[in-house]
């Protein structure tokens, strides 16, 4: 499959009461899939409906919690698990006409929901992970969470080239990642950055600022053994 959508083609989805979800599983192929619309966003009025999309073992070249060229979400959620391999990851939408007027929620985990077991082989991301957009801004908070996987890439907290209003947080548990950086690639960070390594993560270079890219506010680096 070229693409996913979780939402419509120049269309709007307006939910009160249900969630939206996309889920791609084990033997999936995808090329780029969105959580929102094509040049189409996700309302409602009860903007704390989550707006999900899971990769669960899937093979996806590029993973977006907002929507293609166009389209607001609120809040967003992507999630990585049970040995999938993803290109790039974005919290946020592609394009600057993309919008997340709430936060973005990213995990990427190795660990088996039912028994608590580290899933061979591990959750991987061929690519980068950032917890903004892709040239979409995010008008709220980033969180980027990376368990007991590799990253052969960079994760941001921010965005690339895509502006987040408040702050980021990535924690690292146990995993392998090239460099890290709290901040975005060409992305102002309106606010703070807060980056946590944890259980014996490796970890390549860490920079608590951004790439090419203004932080407003403080940066925390926490490293433990």
Sequence with gaps: INEVYGGGNQSQVTTDTNNVYVHLFKNAVVGNAFNGGNNAGIDGNNTNLPRAIYAKGAKVDNLYGGSNSSGTLSDTFVYCSDSATIGNVYGGGYGQNTDITGNTNVNITSINE??????????????????????????????????????????????????????????????????????????????????????????????GGGCSAAINGYTDVYVEG
């Design 114 to 207: 039912q028994t608590g077991t580290t899933v061979n082989p591990a959750t991987t991301i061929t690519g980068n992970v950032f917890g903004g957009g892709d040239n979409g801004p995010v008008n709220g908070y980033t969180n980027v969470n990376v368990i007991s996987s590799a990253v052969n890439g960079t994760v941001y907290g921010g965005g690339n080239n895509a502006e987040v209003g408040r702050d980021t947080k990535v924690i690292i548990d146990n995993s392998n990642i090239n460099t890290i950086f709290g901040g975005g690639n060409l992305g102002i960070v309106r606010n703070n950055t807060d980056v946590d390594i944890i259980n014996s993560s490796k970890i390549g270079t860490l920079y």
